[in-house]
RNA sequence: GCCCCCAUCGUCUAGUGGCCCAGGACGCCGCCCUUUCAAGGCGGUAACGGGGAUUCGAACUCCCCUGGGGGCACCA
C-alpha cells in the first residue's frame, strides 16, 4: 500500500459497546497497526436525541480496557455540524439535493401503505420538483423542512468489496433520503461522508449491516466532488443464538460485563479475532502482536459467525494458566481473596494458588472456588452435599482417623497427605475423599483437599472436620449404607 | 413486497480444480493419570444444503433452487 492507511472505528454513542462493534474496532485497529497506519475514533453522534455522553466515555474505557488504543480523537460528530451544513447547503446549490416538506409522519404513512399493498417502500418523490413557489407555499404553511438527497434515477452504483468483490445495485431501487432533518441537524449519511473525506479515510472497515448503506455515501462524496472510493470490507455480522443479528437489544451483551465476569482483555481479544478470521497457520492462541504481523484483510471471510461462549471459556483458562504464577497471584488470586475479605496471607496460600490457576476458566471462578476460605461462623455445608457424599457408611470411622492425623501430623503438605490414612482403614480414597472435601470446603468439585487444609491451617480445618464428626453422631446411628 | 449479502463437522474455521473417502480448534464421548475437580496425554463422534453445467477430474468455477441473514427511518 502506497498511501499511508487511515481506518476510522465510528460508533454511535446510542448504548454500549458489545462483541459486534468491539470486532469491528479490533479489526480496524489490526489493519491499521499491520500497515503502520492510523486507527482514528470517531463518534457519530448526530443523533442528539438518542446520543449520552456517558456512553461515549463508556465506550472509550471498553476500547482501552481492550489495548485497542487510538492515534487520533476521539473525533465528536456533533462538533462538526458546520461542516457538514456547509456541505447540505453545496448540495443544495447544485441540485444533488432538495427542500421537502413531507413530515416523518406522512413519509411513514406512505410507507406503510406501500408495504400493506406490496409495493415498495421509500421515499415517493412528492417534493423532488417542487417550483419556487410550491417550497414558499409550503414553508408559509409552517411545514417543517429536511433536506433530502437526490439519487440518480437511472444507471448502477457499484463499488468494489474487498472480501464480496464488486457490490452492484440499480439506482432505481435507492430512493430519496434525509441528510438534514427538520430541526437543522445532519444525519449519519451526511456526516459519514464529509467525515471520511476530510479525514482522508482510506479503508472503511465496518459491519456488513452498513453493506446497502454504502451507495449512499458514495453517491454524496461524488456529489461533493470526490468521485474516488475508499477501499470497502464489510465484515460478516456475529450472531446470536438464534442467528439473527446482535444488538442491545438482541442478545448482545455489553464488553463491560465480559471485564466483571473475570474475562481477561488479552483473552477476549484473542476469541475475537478468531471470529471471521483465522491465522495462516491455524493457531488458536495469537498474541496481539503475532495478531499485528499476521492480520490481513482479505483472510477475513464472508459467513456470520456465532459467539461461542465455550471456545471463549476454553480460551480465558488457556490465558490464565499460562501466565506466570507470580503473575496470577499478584492480579488475580490476591484480588479474588479480597472480594472475599479474606485477609491474602500469600505465602500459606501459595499451594493453594498453583492449585487453582489450572482450575478456573475465568477471575470470577476463583471467588467461588476460594470461598471456602471465608471465617468458620460463614462456611457452610450445603445440605444435598451433605446427604449425597458425608452420611455415608464408615464415615465416622474416617472422619476419626482424618482428626486423628491432621491432630499430630507434620504441617507440610507430604505430612498432611491423607492417602495411606484412608487406606490404612480399608477404604478406597476415589470413593471417601470427597467426604472429606464437603467438609473442608463445603463442595466436593473443589480445590485439592491437602492445599486447602494447608492454607486453612491446623485449627480450622480440625475444626471444620470436628463439626462434621459431631454432626454425624455415633457409629451406630450411620445410615445403613 | 423490493434490493443486497452469505452457505464446509453442534460451534469457530482450513481448504482456492487433483496433495481431501476433507485438516485444526472448542464442545461432546471413551481411556490413561489421579486425594475430588480440573489440567495434561491418547483415542473417538461429527460437515462440503439440493440439482444441473464446465472439466479427464470438483468443497473449490458457472447457473438454478432451497435455506439463512441484512437493508428499504428526520437510527447508525
Redesign the pocket.
Known sequence: MVEPVRVRF???P?GFLHVGGARTALFNWLFARHHGGAFILRI????V??SREEWITGIQQTLLWLGLTWDEGPVLQSTRFDAYLAAAQRLLAEGHAYECY???EE??ER?EA??RE??????DGRCRNLTVEERAALAAEGR?R?IRFRTPDEGVSRFV?V????????WA?V?D??IV???GTP???L??AVDDIDMDITHVIRG??????THRVLAIRAALGHPEQPVYA?L??I?GK????LSKRHGAIALEDFRERGYLPEALLNYLA?????P?D?R?IVSRDELIAMFEL??V????????Y??L???N??YI?AMPLDRFEREIFEPALQRLRVAPELDAYHALAE?AQ???TTTKDLEDQLSFLVEEKNFVIPDDEWERVIATERAQELFDAAIRHLETCEWT?EGI???STVEGLGLK??KV??AL?VAIEG?????????SIQALGRDRSLARLRRARERLGAPSEAPPA
Not at 44 to 47: R, V
Not at 208 to 213: A, K, M, P, R, V
Not at 242 to 245: G, L, Y
Open positions: 465510528s460508533p454511535a446510542t457519530e453522534d448526530t443523533d436525541a438518542r413531507c413530515t416523518e413519509v411513514r410507507n406501500a408495504r406490496g409495493r415498495t417502500p421509500g421515499y417543517p429536511t468489496d472480501l464480496r468483490g464488486e457490490v452492484a445495485v440499480d431501487t430512493h433520503f434525509v432533518r427538520s430541526d444525519l449519519f449519511f456526516a459519514n456488513e449491516d452498513l453493506i446497502d448503506s464489510h460478516p455480522l450472531v438464534d442467528r439473527a443479528k478468531l471470529l471471521g478470521w483465522a495462516p491455524g488458536e482479505d483472510d471471510n464472508r459467513s456470520a459467525a456465532f459467539f461461542d465455550d471456545k471459556d476454553w480460551m483458562g488457556e494458566r492449585a489450572v482450575r478456573i503438605h497427605n491423607l492417602k480414597p476415589r475423599m470427597p472435601y463442595r466436593a468439585r473443589a480445590l485439592p483437599l491437602y492445599e
